[in-house]
C-alpha cells in the first residue's frame, strides 16, 4: 500500500455549460483519485493553439495514492465520462473537459506516454496563472525556478482575466476526530491495518498496530498448535495490553484521535478458539483482570471478508507462517468475533462486509467504507 502523495492538475473547458464541467470533474477526482487539498481560482483565456471558445482554467492540487500512470489512467476515464471527444491527438480542439498532470511532487518522469513535470508549465500563462495561486514559492523540479518567477518570465502574452465563479471542494467532513479511540478488527487477511493505516493518514489519527511480527511464538504455533498454543496467547495478551496501555496513555497534542487496527478482547477471543479448557479457564481470568484496566475504544468496526476472500489475501501478502491456514480455522475467528459483537451492549459496533471491495486499489470503495462508518457515528 502506497503512501499519499500531492499532485496537481490542471483542469480546463470550453464547450457548454463550462463551470459545471470543471465542477464535475472536481467531484470525479475527489472519488477516484483523492482528497482534494486546495484549488485555485478560475481564469477565462482564449483558446491557445487553435480557433475556438474561450477556456475556463484552474489548478488543483490533490492527495492521491495512485501511482502516476495510474493516475493519467484515471484522469482519461474522467475526461471520457464527461463528454470529451478525442479526434488526431496532434491537434488542439474544442473539449468538454481536459485534464493534465503538471506536478506529480517533486518527481521527473520522461517516458513515451507521461512526461513530469508537464513540459508545457512555462510556456502556457493559463497553467502559471493558476498553478501560481497554489505554489507560488513551489520550484520547478527540473528548471529549479520558483513558478512566480517562470510566470514573470512567462513570453505567453495571451490576455486572461480572473473569472467571477468559484469552484467548491466536494467531499464531506468526515466525524472521526470528534471520538477519541476507534478500534478496527477483522479476521486474518482482512485488510483491517490497511485500512487503520490509511484513516490515520487520511484524517491525522495516532496509529497503534498490533506488533504479531515480533512474536516468536508464531510461526512455531502454525507448525505446532497443540505444543505453542498457551504460550502464543499468552504473549499475545501481554504485548497487547502493555502496548494498549503505554500508547492509549500518551496524549498526542498534534493528532485528532487514535485509531488501532485491533481491539485487545481479540486475545480472548482466540484462545477460546485455540486453548484447551483447562488452559483458557485459566486464561480467562487473567485476561479480564488486565481488561478493566485499559480504555475500552467508543467505536469498534468489524471487516468481514468470505472466507474465499481471506485465503487469497493472506497468499498474496505472502507469511510463510500464514500459507497452511485451513478455511475452517478461519470460519471458527469469524463466528467467534460475531458472536462476541452480538454480546457488547456499552460501545457503538459496526459490522461492515467488505467482501466485494477492494478499498485499497479502489478509491470509490474507500470512500463506501467511510460512509458505512459515518452511519454509526450519525
Known sequence: MKSPKTV????????????????????????????????????????WGFE????????????????????LFEMLEIETELGRERGNPEAYQNRTIDLDLLLFEEEVIDSP?????????????????????????GKHPVLKKSFSDLLKSTSDSSEISLFQGELQKPQKS?????????????????????????????????????????NPFLPKFYENKERYAFPLEMSFLADRYQQLADDLAQYDLFKEFVISDYDVFKSLIFARITLHEDEYALYHKLFHLMYKELVKPEIYIYLYQNTERL??????????????????YLVEINRSYLNFIKSQSNMKVKVIDISGLDFVDRRSDYLKLLEEIEKIID
Open 52 to 71: 475556438g471558445e474561450s477556456f475556463l482554467n484552474a489548478c488543483v492540487s490533490v492527495s492521491t495514492r495512485l501511482e502516476a500512470k495510474r493516475l
Open 8 to 47: 496537481i492538475l490542471a483542469l480546463g473547458s470550453n464547450l457548454g455549460d463550462r463551470m459545471d464541467y470543471l465542477q464535475k470533474a472536481l467531484e470525479k477526482i475527489h472519488e477516484n483519485i483523492g482528497w482534494i487539498q486546495e484549488i485555485s481560482r478560475v481564469y477565462e483565456t482564449p483558446a
Open 174 to 214: 468526515y466525524k472521526f476526530p470528534s471520538f477519541n479511540y476507534i478500534a478496527v478488527e477483522g479476521n486474518i487477511g482482512a485488510g483491517k491495518t490497511s485500512f487503520s493505516t490509511m484513516v490515520s493518514e487520511d484524517f491525522n489519527a495516532k496509529l497503534i498496530l498490533e506488533r504479531f511480527k515480533d
Open 311 to 328: 485465503l487469497e489475501n493472506i497468499k498474496k501478502r505472502g507469511r510463510d507462517y500464514e500459507q497452511n491456514i485451513q478455511p475452517g
Open 113 to 137: 506516454k507521461l512526461t513530469i513535470p508537464h513540459p508545457g508549465i512555462p510556456e502556457r500563462l493559463f497553467v502559471l496563472k493558476p498553478l501560481n495561486d497554489l505554489v507560488p514559492n
